[in-house]
């Protein structure tokens, strides 16, 4: 089946350090991998996506990359923000037609100043 | 644009009801999903409709059910809650089409069950 495993949280880091958040998935098929974040009392958002082998999402200086020989997604980014304290959640989708998304537990992250 | 919207935001029904929720997806967009994202975990998909027919569901007992609208906008129905129903529920919207494609979510309807 389709599972993503993604590591136990929280993190916690001083403003502008460097952000790492392991993702590993296995998939029947070929996935196209996405992280979404979720801000206290909202809803998720994509904060970025990659769609085949070797490419990379980025957004918001947030980057990671589809990794096809280790089956992984990790998130990083270079100095984290107060602003960027959320819960992350790596998600995979297989093309059948029809998107759904299979997400992990999500890891939360806490910034302090 | 509105986005995706989802009413109530916040729900309380006992034990042994029914409740309904409900959403309207951003403008555009053809296909809606509904998610159960239990506390501290990750969203779970339930089922997913498209042109007002069901096309996928996940792994939840037929106590859940739904419905799509002409105007796209989808019900999910809960009969004979449980303690265990108790989650925050997500619609996603989305275009059937594309490898990839950018699922939207609401901010979601909290239910309670007591």
């Known amino acids: 089946g389709n599972s993503v495993t993604q590591m136990e949280g929280p993190v916690t880091l001083s403003e502008e350090a460097f952000l790492t958040i392991n993702c590993t998935y296995t998939a029947t098929g070929y996935p196209s991998l996405f992280w979404y974040v979720q801000y206290p009392g909202e809803g998720l958002q994509l904060l970025l996506k990659?769609?085949?082998?070797?490419d990379k999402g980025s957004n918001k200086g947030f980057e990671a990359t589809y990794r096809k020989e280790t089956t992984s997604f990790h998130l990083e980014k270079g100095s984290v923000q107060v602003s960027d304290s959320a819960v992350y959640f790596c998600a995979l989708s297989v093309d059948t037609g029809f998107q759904k998304l299979v997400f992990g537990t999500g890891t939360r992250l806490l910034v302090s100043p | 644009d509105a986005g995706v919207t989802q009413s109530p935001t916040h729900l309380i029904k006992t034990r042994g009801q029914q409740v309904t929720l409900r959403c309207s997806p951003k403008?555009?967009?053809?296909?809606v999903s509904w998610y159960q994202q239990a506390l501290g975990q990750g969203p779970q998909f339930i089922f997913q409709?498209?042109?007002?027919?069901?096309?996928q569901r996940g792994n939840f007992p037929d106590r859940f059910s739904g419905h799509q609208f002409p105007n796209y906008s989808s019900e999910l129905n809960v009969n004979a809650l449980l303690l265990g129903d108790s989650a925050l529920y997500l619609c996603?919207?989305?275009?059937?089409?594309?490898?990839?494609?950018?699922?939207?979510f609401g901010q979601g309807t909290r239910l309670t069950v007591v």
């Open positions: 990659a769609t085949k082998a070797d």
């Open positions: 403008s555009g967009h053809d296909t």
């Open positions: 409709y498209y042109e007002e027919e069901e096309r």
């Open positions: 996603a919207s989305s275009l059937r089409r594309g490898r990839g494609t950018e699922a939207f």
